[in-house]
């Protein structure tokens, strides 16, 4: 299949307002959010599969945008770490080696499928100021309208420990609100939402959570084990919340499920959304 640009537009699916996991099947417009820990190290591997599930969506004319954290934790054996590092300047070389690798494996999975990515790269600032929040809108707006998919992480080269996001679950709850999406899907190593940390005696998956919820008596982890991400539980329900808030309905699941929660399958953790006035 040619490489030399992205393939001729379907037809849009019929939309409508995304009001379950169903309804996620037949989004026009999809923001993907996927974990550091999920795409890095001994799990690289799941980049193909969640290539394959995002072509799927595409294929059948959704315009999806990805979320990508991975950059630091890619960056890493490259700058021979064994570890995240801690201090801001170690983090940003990490960063600078390992978004050119992580956009390059990307895009070489994508290949497959004659889908052309495109790198776009925030700041905290260009989320709160309106001049380059409306230049992002208009990038990431044509870039869907050229069937470009959009990949967005935070600019760590540039960030400091007052700007930064703090995580891409928060980045890609503002990325759905600024294009307007009609679903945000937020994957990480865990399949759902639970009542408490999954790995202690007691836990329950939340299956839906109505607007307004809010999830009392529930206990949130922090990171995964995998130390090398910034975001937990915790990070993606307060994400759900803002996205839902602005009318974005979301659905938390594992990036092993990513190909049935594009396709509505009943996985992960529902969280309604606001309606959009009309």
Request: charged letters at 20%; hydrophobic letters at 45%; a negative charge.
């Amino acid at each position: 299949m040619s490489t030399e640009g992205p393939l001729v537009t379907p037809a849009r699916p019929d939309g409508g307002p995304v009001v379950d996991r169903a309804g996620i099947a037949r989004a026009r417009r999809i923001v993907v959010k996927v974990g550091s820990s999920s795409i890095s190290g001994e799990n690289v591997g799941q980049i193909e599969p969640l290539v394959d599930a995002l072509a799927g969506a595409y294929a059948r004319g959704a315009e999806v945008v990805l979320v990508s954290s991975g950059a630091i934790a890619t960056g890493l054996p490259h700058l021979r770490l064994d570890s995240r590092p801690t201090d801001l300047a170690t983090q940003q070389a990490a960063a600078a080696v390992g978004q050119n690798v992580l956009i390059y494996r990307y895009q070489q999975s994508l290949r497959r499928h004659g889908i052309v990515a495109g790198q776009v790269l925030l700041t905290a600032g260009d989320m709160r100021d309106p001049t380059p929040r409306s230049n992002a809108q208009r990038a990431m707006d044509r870039l869907l309208e050229l069937r470009i998919l959009p990949i967005v992480n935070e600019n760590d080269t540039v960030a400091t420990h007052e700007i930064r996001f703090g995580d891409n679950d928060r980045l890609a709850a503002l990325v759905a609100e600024l294009i307007g999406a009609d679903a945000l899907v937020l994957l990480s190593d865990v399949d759902a939402l639970y009542t408490r940390p999954p790995h202690e005696p007691g836990a329950v998956a939340l299956v839906d959570v109505p607007v307004g919820d809010d999830l009392a008596g529930v206990t949130f982890g922090d990171a995964g084990a995998a130390g090398v991400g910034t975001g937990g539980a915790g990070t993606k329900v307060a994400a759900a919340r803002h996205a839902a808030a602005a009318g974005t309905p979301v659905l938390v699941t594992s990036t092993a499920n990513v190909a049935l929660a594009l396709s509505g399958a009943a996985v992960g953790t529902f969280f309604e959304a606001v309606p959009r006035a009309s």
